[in-house]
């Protein structure tokens, strides 16, 4: 793997974003707008009662955490799909970047974004709402890492399945993105869904993530336990989309598909 290669490849997606302010509406738009709606909702549900105030900071922490599990995946996925409106799929698959170079590369400058984008959603969570999640302290930290790698994982899902399906299969990234919000448990225990889904929800290791999460904002101690599992979970679903994503560039390779974007 050439660093220099791995340069070139964040210096070109950070040329982009740096020339087309629009580009900075995932990073700080869209998040904030999610953190007003969702803390402001936190907010008139408090007031009800004592137990009601006790569920604002999970729609806070649960909203800021969720955007380090959507940058992580928009990164990869929309950097992928970066090349395909631009109609430069062509053109990358014949320089001599790899594909393994290519996507990391991406995902640094992905990691990069994330960074920027929990520093919009902190100042925003401390300045409208008085809320910082980094008071439940160094636990929130293993649980940004695993929130990353599952970000990664369904990024490689949705790039493998715009490669083989074309652009129309673009609306799999956002779609994904939502389903996996309604299934993890980000605002709540997902004990609390219907009785199947809370079956299906609770084998995912997001929700698992996400509930280690709810323990630290309870003032417990990290579920070591619970993270455990979890790792074990992404480490899974990264090996198996990657797997699944590199067929799919094979066999977008053999039956020409580039012809799609070009």
Not at 130 to 137: A, E, K, M, Q, T
Request: net charge positive.
């Amino acid at each position: 793997m050439s660093l220099v290669r791995l340069r070139a490849i964040v210096q070109r997606h950070w040329i982009v974003l740096r020339r087309a302010p629009h580009r900075w509406f995932e990073i700080s738009f869209w998040p904030v707008m999610d953190v007003l709606l969702w803390g402001s909702l936190g907010a008139f549900v408090a007031q009800e009662n004592e137990s009601s105030r006790a569920g604002a900071p999970y729609l806070l922490a649960g909203m800021v955490m969720f955007w380090t599990f959507t940058q992580a995946q928009f990164a990869i996925a929309l950097g992928v799909n970066e090349e395909t409106w631009t109609r430069n799929i062509l053109n990358v698959l014949t320089t001599p970047v790899r594909e393994i170079e290519y996507v990391v590369g991406i995902a640094v400058f992905g990691l990069l974004k994330l960074a920027a984008c929990l520093a919009t959603l902190t100042i925003t969570t401390i300045v409208f709402f008085g809320f910082d999640l980094s008071d439940v302290g160094w636990g929130v930290i293993p649980i940004v890492m695993l929130l990353v790698i599952n970000g990664w994982a369904l990024a490689m899902l949705t790039v493998g399945m715009v490669l083989r399906f074309g652009q129309s299969a673009e609306i799999l990234i956002w779609g994904f993105n939502y389903a996996l919000m309604a299934f993890s448990g980000v605002f709540f225990p997902s004990e609390y869904l219907p009785d199947l889904l809370a079956k299906v929800a609770g084998v995912l290791p997001t929700t698992l993530a996400f509930k280690a999460l709810r323990a630290l904002l309870d003032g417990n101690p990290l579920p070591w336990g619970t993270l455990g599992w979890s790792l074990v979970g992404s480490v899974i679903a990264l090996l198996l989309t990657t797997s699944f994503a590199a067929w799919l560039l094979r066999m977008f390779r053999r039956r020409g598909f580039v012809t799609r974007y070009s």
